[in-house]
């Protein structure tokens, strides 16, 4: 498959090892957070969403924390596999609007 | 139950030309949004398709329309093709009744204007 993006910025990290991706928002109006993974040549795929009202929120195997005083996001991956290798991307929305507001994506590189 | 779908998978046109772009939403979702990636890039937002009507639209210019079915499926138009409308456009699609916000992605198509 084609490459998702070819500039990004790339996080390598050891399998098995723990990830930490960050993310900068830009609207504090946003109340909805959302993370998403795109592997090469697919749509991106839902991970985890967080509310303005949580500051964090666990999944399986991810946790997403938030930080509103400096719109930050962060999503933690344990023990990642190579399965987790793609490009992931923060994304925001509002409850007046519809539409999400994507970041400019993290690729991670998972090595064996 | 079948996800989001999108087609055609990759298309090529010429500058000048329209191209129409498809996508069935995911079983039981009527809302329907499009976003234009451009390599490297993450999604933006074209516009928003709920009961047949243009919900909310982005930054995007008039050549780019859309049309939504009383199936709920969704066509993009992009009239007068330029060199940078090249990109992989996708195809999101959420129930309008609940939490909005949770987009479901089609695999995208993947246009190229040469």
């Known amino acids: 498959g084609e490459s998702v993006g070819l500039h990004l910025p790339t996080l390598s990290v050891q399998e098995g090892d723990n990830s930490i991706i960050n993310c900068a928002y830009s609207?504090?109006?946003?109340?909805?957070f959302i993370w998403y993974k795109q592997e090469s040549g697919k749509g991106p795929q839902f991970i985890i969403d967080?509310?303005?009202?949580?500051d964090k929120r666990q999944g399986q195997r991810v946790t997403v924390l938030l930080n509103k005083t400096v719109k930050h996001l962060s999503l933690q991956i344990a023990a990642t596999q190579p399965g987790d290798s793609a490009v992931y991307f923060c994304?925001?929305?509002?409850?007046?609007?519809?539409?999400?507001?994507f970041g400019g994506g993290t690729r991670v590189l998972v090595k064996p | 139950d079948a996800g989001v779908t999108q087609s055609p998978t990759h298309l090529i046109k010429t500058r000048g030309q329209q191209v129409t772009l498809r996508c069935s939403p995911k079983?039981?979702?009527?809302?329907v949004s499009w976003y234009q990636q451009a390599l490297g890039q993450g999604p933006q937002f074209i516009f928003q398709?709920?009961?047949?009507?243009?919900?909310q639209r982005g930054n995007f210019p008039d050549r780019f329309s859309g049309h939504q079915f009383p199936n709920y499926s969704s066509e993009l138009n992009v009239n007068a093709l330029l060199l940078g409308d090249s990109a992989l456009y996708l195809c999101?699609?959420?129930?309008?009744?609940?939490?909005?916000?949770?987009?479901?992605f089609g695999p995208g198509t993947r246009l190229t204007v040469t």
């Open positions: 999101a699609s959420s129930d309008g009744a609940s939490a909005f916000y949770e987009q479901y």
């Open positions: 609207n504090s109006a946003s109340d909805y």
């Open positions: 967080i509310r303005s009202n949580m």
């Open positions: 994304a925001e929305g509002y409850a007046a609007g519809n539409k999400l507001t």
């Open positions: 079983s039981g979702h009527d809302t």
């Open positions: 398709y709920y009961e047949e009507e243009e919900r």
